[in-house]
């Protein structure tokens, strides 16, 4: 990895992928752990050993958008391996935009489909692991719409379950038991609807949807060359959308981002809040999508210095949220005080001066930013100093409901984006300090 994840990046990471704990009844040893060789002690290589033992503890819902060269195959092969190993298992869509405007017979194109798919899993198997080719039994045309795809979860449950990455291919069964190409999005999206309604099993529900490409992220409008490290997908969907019809160059350098992205928001749409989607290029491989499992934060901040473009985001991916909507106030009296004292209270865990704090900010709100209902807020102050006003972070609370769903990168980047040059000041061990 490129950079090291903090302790507490990596107790979150262990509170999710961790080996679970086994209760054992009280023996005559309990108390004498210490001892070598007492039952149920583990050494660190037998912790190492079960925390990389291939079991799912998450899954993940990727797609794989060649084609690519044999080396790039290589790296898509042992990601999807190292990330199985560490606990997020993988249900792949394989995906190729050229098949979507390939002119085949439906037999002919299937047949190349099965063909560049077997690549995929011929490399996972080089990697080590073990991959399964999954087609025309997971999707079926609905009986209820002609535009619908059903989903049968029975053969990539048994992949899983046999420490096998299922690799599903994008062709459905129709009624009459022709095989039909689909477009692969559809089918991500379909597989999404029905891992989420499913009562099989809740680790079954996807908390990650995963994108790998050639060409990486979402390109970023405001830094020409760079990508997005991360997208408030409800804020930022419409501003993306326009920032392509007005290059309309990227259409040809970035020929699947916005269906990408749409697929991407119709996918979030239906998952926890705490589920992320990434979108990397082979390239970033596989630093990039280990990085984002451990952390579970993008791989660059967006508040760092931006005087040399080529070294923001040189791993070319995006982070995405589904995100909340964001609102921004320029005067005590917009704000919903009794929302916002309740908020910085459990943020801070401790009580408020309403009279003393409102009092002071009605004369020196800069501005405040809130996400959602309350959910997370930044309170920015003018401060004079040597006859120079300075913008000051006064206060960034998040409530404790929000916590671990990207909402602190969200604001974070809010703030910078309207205040480029702000100071604030707090206890060296602010998590915040790291930005």
């Known amino acids: ?103 085949s017979s439906p037999s002919e194109l299937a047949k190349r489909m099965f063909s560049e798919s077997m690549t995929l899993v ?37 992949a899983l379950n046999n420490n ?11 009624h009459d038991g022709q095989l039909v190409p689909v477009n692969a999005n559809e089918a991500v999206v379909a597989l999404t609807q029905r891992l989420k309604t499913q009562a ?40 993306i959308e326009s920032a392509f019809s007005q290059n309309t160059e990227w259409n040809k350098s970035y020929p699947s981002t916005m269906e990408d992205l749409a697929m991407v928001r119709d996918c979030l749409d239906q998952l926890p809040t705490s589920s992320s989607a990434i979108i990397a290029p082979t390239t970033s491989l596989p630093s990039a999508l280990i990085t984002n499992l451990v952390t579970d934060k993008p791989l660059y901040s967006s508040s760092l210095p931006v005087t040399h473009h080529t070294r923001i985001n040189q791993a070319k991916t995006t982070v995405l949220r589904h995100g909340i909507k964001i609102n921004n106030y320029s005067h005590v009296g917009d704000l919903n005080l009794n929302r916002l004292t309740e908020l910085l209270e459990a943020s801070f865990q401790k009580k408020v001066d309403t009279d003393a704090f409102y009092g002071r900010l009605e004369h020196v709100l800069a501005g405040a930013i809130i996400a959602g209902d309350y959910e997370g807020a ?27 769903i990207g909402l602190t990168d969200i604001l974070w980047k809010r703030m910078c984006d309207r205040y480029p040059e702000l100071l604030w000041r707090s206890r060296k061990d602010n998590g915040v300090n790291k930005w």
């Open 200 to 239: 099989l099993d809740p680790k079954l529900v996807p908390s990650k949807i995963v994108i790998i490409n050639k060409e990486g992220g979402i390109p970023n409008h405001n830094l020409p060359g760079t990508a997005h490290s991360l997208v408030n997908v409800q804020e930022e969907f419409s501003d």
């Open 164 to 174: 096998q990455i299922p690799i599903v291919v994008p062709i459905l069964t129709e």
């Open 122 to 158: 011929e490399s996972i198997e080089q990697a080590g692991g073990r991959a399964r080719l999954v087609y025309s039994s997971a999707l079926e045309r609905s009986s209820n719409s002609a535009n619908s795809i059903d989903i049968n979860l029975d053969f990539i449950i048994s």
């Open 1 to 103: 990895m490129d950079t090291g994840p903090s302790k507490r990046e990596l107790q979150h990471f262990l509170k999710r992928f961790g080996p679970e704990v086994k209760t054992q009844k009280p023996t005559l040893l309990s108390g004498f752990e210490e001892i070598k060789g007492a039952p149920g002690v583990k050494s660190p290589k037998e912790y190492v050993n079960e925390l990389l033992a291939p079991t799912y503890h998450q899954l993940a819902l990727a797609k794989v958008e060649g084609p690519f060269d044999k080396n790039d195959w290589q790296k898509v092969g042992n990601t999807l391996y190292k990330l199985q190993k560490l606990g997020l298992s993988s249900i792949v869509v394989s995906d190729n935009p050229s098949w979507r405007t390939d002119k």
């Open 378 to 404: 930044v309170i920015m102050t003018n401060e004079t100093a040597n006859n120079t006003q300075h913008a000051y972070l006064d206060k960034f609370a998040i409530a404790p409901s929000s916590q671990g």
